[in-house]
């Protein structure tokens, strides 16, 4: 069964930095895209960013481009996300996801595997 456990969300005033981190284990290779997917209250999830983990391909949502930055440490199998200028707004779970399939990860419905989420509060 694969898992993914994410780590490094809390408290931080708008304008500051956090640092997600998402270990995968358990999983068959290759796995094609990882990425991240955000939930604000009430909300829905609504897609981040993803990578495609052979050929290094990145996208991001338009909320968050210029602001975070989506790495991968292949030897690690640990998948980052490096969050810079937040904003209030940017308060949600956020949660690391996992896709075998062809088409880039950007909907919830691509994903196969889901890690428990890692709250990001920003106060103003």
């Known amino acids: 069964q694969v898992q993914l456990v994410e780590s490094g969300g809390g408290s931080v005033q708008a304008g500051g930095s956090l640092r997600l981190s998402c270990e995968a284990s358990?999983?068959?290779?290759?796995?094609?895209?990882m990425g991240w997917f955000l939930q604000a209250p009430g909300k829905g999830r609504e897609w981040v960013a993803s990578?495609?983990?052979?050929?290094?391909?990145?996208q991001y949502g338009d909320s968050v481009k210029g602001r975070f930055t989506i790495s991968q440490n292949s030897a690690k199998n640990t998948l980052y996300l490096q969050m810079n200028s937040l904003k209030p707004e940017d308060t949600a779970i956020y949660y690391c996801?996992?896709?075998?399939?062809?088409?880039?990860?950007?909907?919830?419905?691509?994903?196969?595997?889901w890690g428990q989420g890692t709250q990001v509060t920003v106060s103003p």
């Open positions: 996801a996992l896709a075998y399939g062809y088409s880039p990860l950007r909907r919830e419905s691509d994903a196969q595997y």
């Open positions: 358990d999983y068959s290779t290759p796995v094609n895209y």
């Open positions: 990578i495609h983990t052979l050929r290094g391909d990145i």
